[in-house]
């Protein structure tokens, strides 16, 4: 089990800097994130021994029951799935950096609030539905932008680049244009010259699409399958609270 791991980030690795090369990339500007929901502590654990310092989390549940046995190593936690408002105080207790997953301004709003009182800042990136599917959050990339600069007034918000999930599909070429969408908004982004905005961070690609989200500009992948295995719950059940049904 163990070992799968270890063989796994191995073949995890070796992709993303074979990818690099083949975009010209320096491997240095890719982070692997690993994505660790429905995944036991203690293999998380193993992980973070083996050279892993990035997690994420989808519900704040997990990232409470997992908490105890991973303070210990030394790890950085982000956030990647659906936030609820009422679930706000826990992200902070639980040490999360970064939130990726920021796509309202209600949210970004309640997070300041929060934020002011505790005296912290945090990271954020901006969340994009560039696959225009309903089941998925995030702005719409037409969107994206005056919400960025709405986010950017709020002082205990560092705006530190865009997140997409992409399109679900086995066909990479379908899944690039949902990469370019979001390299695109990151330069449009970047001319405005937002303060408080910075947009170095393309979070993008999972473990079925790193090469073409690496190839398209992503700074993260996030990976959880292609270094735990199969996870039991469809991802839906993760990707939309609201419903919780089975992807077709
Ligand atoms: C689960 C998840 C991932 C990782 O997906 P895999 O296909 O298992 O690599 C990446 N991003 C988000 C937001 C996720 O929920």
Not at 71 to 100: A, M, P, R
Not at 126 to 135: A, D, F, K, P, Y
Not at 208 to 227: N, P, Q, S, Y
């Amino acid at each position: 089990m163990k070992e799968d791991i270890l063989h796994n980030l191995k073949l995890i690795n070796t992709r993303i800097k074979n990818a690099c090369e083949k975009a010209g990339r320096n491997p240095g500007e890719v982070k692997l994130l690993l994505a660790t929901k429905t995944v036991s502590a203690e293999r998380i654990k193993f992980a973070l021994e083996n050279g892993q310092a990035l997690i994420a989390e989808n519900k704040v549940q997990e990232l409470k029951e997992k908490y105890e046995d991973l303070k210990e190593i030394f790890h950085t936690n982000h956030f990647i799935g659906h936030l609820q408002t009422n679930k706000i105080k826990d992200i902070l207790k639980y040490d999360v950096t970064c939130v990726q997953s920021l796509d309202r301004l209600e949210l970004a709003e309640k997070l300041h609030q929060r934020l002011l009182t505790e005296n912290k800042t945090l990271e954020v990136l901006i969340q994009v539905n560039t696959s225009n599917e309903e089941s998925k959050f995030g702005i719409d990339p037409s969107e994206a932008i005056e919400l960025t600069k709405k986010i950017a007034e709020f002082s205990t918000l560092k705006i530190k680049g865009l997140m997409t999930i992409g399109l679900f599909s086995a066909e990479t070429e379908k899944v690039r244009p949902c990469f370019k969408i979001l390299k695109n908004l990151q330069q449009e982004i970047i001319h405005e010259n937002i303060p408080n905005v910075t947009m170095n961070e393309l979070s993008m690609g999972m473990s079925g699409d790193l090469e073409t989200a690496i190839e398209e500009g992503a700074t993260i992948v996030r990976v959880g399958t292609a270094v735990f295995g199969a996870r039991i719950y469809p991802d839906s059940y993760y990707w939309n609270e609201e419903n919780n049904n089975a992807r077709e």
